[in-house]
């Protein structure tokens, strides 16, 4: 493994990956726009549905999956959201089986990104120190942040830690894999990182919860779960650096599916990111 990275991340990086999947694993309808969104929304009542999605990095001899859902069970438990199918099924549909994947990254532990870990007990789990620290300690237990958190999926991943392949990560930029490399930006949660993959087509940045919708970071307004405000507007600002003239993919936005092409008899569960794409150029200027 590579040391951290210097300089701004935003020139060309030579790898292997071939293909970038955005996989829709659950949505939730009757979400508002008052929900996503920091302070005051003019229309906080209308309707805003949101998506969840884990992303598989396929190349040429190693997959990484960014991020790993919630459970079925979850799904159940808190109610509201429709199931369509977990990420190891997802991954099936797309050639990969689970033991295909040899790296797990973790942008975050919030419940709806780092459930499934047991899926995958081959991969390295790749996360923020601060991110574990923070969500292990009794704070994390009170009020809101309860609501956010799985305590069965932290069990798991301090599970992965005791097997020694948690790859715990100290802030700034690191490349787990030539063309593929993870950012720590902060701002909606403490240890909150994204992904930067080179792909022949140009960079994609996969946002995650950094920018749950496109409408977060084209028009510069936070989302509305904020660990420091002032970090998760920097974080906008370095996923545009660190896309460049490429792609961002918003963590949670319907929109995903409009900008990106679904896989032949796919639609609404698996998008391919890496390929240009014709919808995506005419919104890329929106987020200057």
């Known amino acids: 493994m590579t040391g951290p990275m210097t300089g701004p991340m935003t020139g060309p990086m030579t790898g292997p990956w071939r ?51 919630f459970t079925r069970e979850t799904a159940t438990r808190r109610g509201g959201r429709t199931y369509l199918a977990d990420p190891a099924e997802l991954l099936a549909h797309i050639g990969v089986d689970a033991a295909d ?39 994390a237990g009170r009020g809101a942040f309860a609501h956010l958190l799985d305590r069965d999926d932290l069990a798991v991943v301090h599970a992965a830690h005791e097997e020694r ?14 063309g593929l490399s993870v950012h720590h930006v902060g701002g909606h949660t403490p240890g909150m990182q994204v992904v930067r993959v080179e792909t022949r087509s140009g960079p994609v940045v996969l946002a995650s919860d950094a920018s749950h919708f496109y409408e977060n970071i084209e028009q510069d307004r936070p989302y509305g779960i904020v660990d420091h405000l002032p970090s998760m507007y920097a974080a906008f600002d370095r996923i545009n650096e660190l896309a460049g003239d490429g792609r961002v993919v918003a963590g949670h936005d319907p929109l995903v599916r409009e900008r990106f092409p679904a ?26």
């Open 19 to 69: 293909r970038v999947y955005a996989l829709r694993y659950a949505y939730r309808e009757e979400s508002v726009r008052g929900e996503h969104f920091f302070g005051h929304d003019d229309a906080c009542h209308a309707p805003m549905p949101i998506d969840y999605y884990v992303w598989a990095v396929v190349g040429d001899d190693s997959v990484v999956l960014v991020d790993t859902g």
């Open 263 to 288: 896989e032949p008899g796919l639609s609404g569960l698996v998008h391919r990111i890496d390929h240009d794409p014709s919808g995506y150029a005419e919104n890329a200027s929106q987020r200057r």
């Open 165 to 178: 392949r948690l790859r715990l990560l100290d802030g700034g930029d690191r490349e787990l894999l030539p």
């Open 101 to 139: 994947v040899g790296t797990v990254v973790l942008t975050h532990l919030h419940y709806d990104h780092s459930g499934n870990v047991a899926q995958f007990p081959g991969a390295e789990v790749v996360l923020q120190r601060r991110e574990l620290d923070f969500w292990s300690s009794d704070v």
